[in-house]
């Protein structure tokens, strides 16, 4: 089918309109400017108590946020980083949940300059990846050690939501021998592609989707008409609700994101703050997940080095801040596409996921798998390290590395988890599977150097576990002893 068609048939106006109030969307560009500005400079008083408010596990408001945004004082930045990491500890703890990106297909009807995989982009080979190579991919994924994988696709007919759907079932159906002899597979698949109507997504729901991830990109209509001139892409609000429709078709973890770089990064957070304002106003609970890409070189395309509004690494520690203290119970995102010093330093001011052996080449695992050249790739990878690696610099900062996916499959999703996070208590659940995965993991996949630090660093977790009140109420301290033991002798999977 002819391209036009095709975009024109994908897009159903009525479920773009059903959202919208009195016509608008609620992105409101005069009134963020306006808060931007009205909020320039704010005593350390008003700091102070808007920080101690996010210490209370509360969301902040549009002001509250800009007041944030525009601190000046290095002094006052040091208490927010110092608040964000408490935060974190308060709703997450010290885990760190790890997944590994999966590209299943390059083919691209869009024109975004900024991306390599961008339709006029001669310089890309071109290919979608059948499902014997797709199961390729995630046997060299499952053997770093990953349970959860995101699949990505360009936006294309040829990877519709029937190819999507049918890619995952290949990914749930790949099976691996751990050199413990124990069979892993892929416990969650995230998606990241294309806005599709409610009823394809309520397909892919049906296939087991866990978190379904759309960017934004840029919040800032004309810099996002000028980014993305044509395709489907080029629809601003077709995107913008997309995971309005997921959240009708029944998913009820979704992610967002902006690409930072195109444009103003406060704007673009407080873009950011008005989808998750506007996602809890219509269902009642905000984004499961916010990412926070940064433009990296992308091939053929100029705009992702020269772009007026790139983010320093400076500016992008604030942003990150900023968003744990704005929207404290939601999980932050940072990507390789960051160099491990710029990773392990944001790590400490709020993440809770990282992707680790990063490959984004098409098949590019495989080619790992062989000592084959990797193609070009659709932007740059900044942090090369295995998840191995990745695991034991985490563990000598004090972090267990949780390959826990129990809350999708035991209903902690939506609404529930996001009560459980606001009041802390998720946090102590996760700490339970981070200690049952974290084994798994040791015993199966890492190396001698791992093992021997994450050895301590699960005594000192079992030990806090077995000393703390709300583990004894429960009765949940025989319950994880049990499990913990069983996993020793070779049970897989086990979760509370
Ligand atoms: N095609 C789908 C889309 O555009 O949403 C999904 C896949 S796209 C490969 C995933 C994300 O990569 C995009 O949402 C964008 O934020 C990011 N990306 C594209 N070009 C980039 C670049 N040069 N640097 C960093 N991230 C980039
Ligand atoms: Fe295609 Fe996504 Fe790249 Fe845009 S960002 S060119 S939609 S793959």
Request: hydrophobic share 35%.
């Given at each position: 089918m002819e391209t036009k068609k095709w975009i024109d048939q994908v897009i159903k106006q009525e479920e773009i309109d059903k959202y919208l109030v009195d016509g608008k969307d609620f992105i409101d560009e005069e009134a963020i400017k306006r808060q931007l500005a009205s909020n320039k400079v704010s005593s350390k008083e008003r700091i102070r108590a808007i920080i101690e408010?996010?210490?209370?596990?509360?969301?902040?408001?549009?002001?509250?946020?800009?007041?944030?945004?525009?601190?000046?004082?290095?002094?006052?930045?040091?208490?927010?980083?110092?608040?964000?990491?408490?935060?974190?500890?308060?709703?997450?703890?010290?885990?760190?949940?790890f997944f590994a990106p999966l590209y299943c297909g390059n083919l691209c009807v869009n024109s975004c300059t900024y991306c390599g995989f961008r339709k006029e982009n001669c310089e890309e080979e071109r290919k979608i990846l059948t499902k014997e190579e797709i199961q390729r991919e995630t046997d060299y994924i499952l053997g770093q050690g990953h349970k959860r994988v995101i699949v990505v696709y360009g936006e294309h007919p040829k990877t519709d939501a029937h190819y999507i759907a049918e890619s995952m079932k290949a990914v749930y159906a790949t099976e691996r021998k751990s050199k413990s002899g124990t069979t892993s597979r892929i416990r969650r698949i995230n998606v990241n592609a294309a806005p599709m109507c409610t009823e394809d997504l309520r397909m892919l729901k049906e296939v087991g989707i866990g978190t379904y991830q759309v960017f934004q990109e840029t919040y800032h209509k004309e810099k996002y008409k000028e980014v993305h001139p044509i395709g489907l892409k080029a629809d601003y609000r077709w995107r913008l609700y997309a995971l309005h429709r997921a959240m009708d078709a029944g998913i009820d973890d979704v992610a967002i994101g902006a690409l930072f770089g195109l444009y103003d990064w406060k704007f673009e957070v407080m873009g950011l703050l008005a989808h998750t304002a506007d996602l809890e106003r219509q269902f009642g609970i905000g984004p499961h997940t916010i990412s926070f890409p940064r433009l990296t070189p992308a091939s053929g395309s100029e705009l992702s080095t020269n772009s007026e509004y790139l983010?320093?690494?400076?500016?992008?520690?604030?942003?990150?801040?900023?968003?744990?203290?704005?929207?404290?119970?939601?999980?932050?995102?940072?990507?390789?596409?960051?160099?491990?010093?710029?990773?392990?330093?944001?790590?400490?001011?709020?993440?809770?996921?990282?992707?680790?052996?990063?490959?984004?080449?098409?098949?590019?695992?495989?080619?790992?798998?062989?000592?084959?050249?990797?193609?070009?790739?659709?932007?740059?990878?900044?942090?090369?390290?295995?998840?191995?690696?990745?695991?034991?610099?985490?563990?000598?900062?004090?972090?267990?590395?949780?390959?826990?996916?129990?809350?999708?499959?035991?209903?902690?999703?939506?609404?529930?988890?996001?009560?459980?996070?606001?009041?802390?208590?998720?946090?102590?659940?996760?700490?339970?599977?981070?200690?049952?995965?974290?084994?798994?993991?040791?015993?199966?996949?890492?190396?001698?150097?791992?093992?021997?630090?994450?050895?301590?660093?699960?005594?000192?977790?079992?030990?806090?576990?077995?000393?703390?009140?709300?583990?004894?109420?429960?009765?949940?301290?025989?319950?994880?002893?049990?499990?913990?033991?069983?996993?020793?002798?070779?049970?897989?999977?086990?979760?509370?």
């Open positions: 408010k996010s210490l209370s596990i509360k969301r902040l408001d549009f002001d509250e946020t800009a007041a944030l945004l525009n601190v000046t004082d290095d002094t006052l930045w040091e208490e927010m980083y110092e608040a964000a990491a408490e935060v974190k500890r308060r709703v997450y703890d010290n885990r760190i949940v983010v320093s690494d400076a500016d992008f520690k604030k942003i990150v801040t900023v968003l744990r203290l704005s929207v404290p119970y939601t999980g932050l995102i940072i990507t390789a596409r960051e160099n491990a010093e710029v990773r392990d330093d944001v790590v400490k001011v709020g993440c809770t996921q990282l992707d680790a052996s990063t490959k984004i080449g098409i098949g590019a695992y495989d080619k790992a798998a062989h000592n084959e050249k990797e193609d070009k790739q659709q932007f740059t990878i900044g942090d090369n390290r295995t998840l191995d690696e990745v695991v034991y610099a985490l563990a000598k900062m004090g972090k267990i590395t949780s390959f826990c996916t129990a809350g999708y499959r035991c209903g902690r999703t939506g609404e529930k988890i996001m009560q459980l996070l606001e009041t802390e208590m998720e946090g102590k659940f996760c700490k339970l599977n981070a200690v049952l995965t974290y084994r798994e993991y040791l015993d199966d996949y890492a190396s001698e150097k791992t093992k021997a630090i994450g050895e301590m660093l699960i005594k000192q977790e079992l030990e806090e576990i077995h000393g703390q009140a709300f583990y004894k109420n429960h009765k949940l301290v025989q319950v994880v002893d049990d499990y913990y033991q069983r996993i020793s002798k070779g049970e897989r999977d086990l979760y509370i």
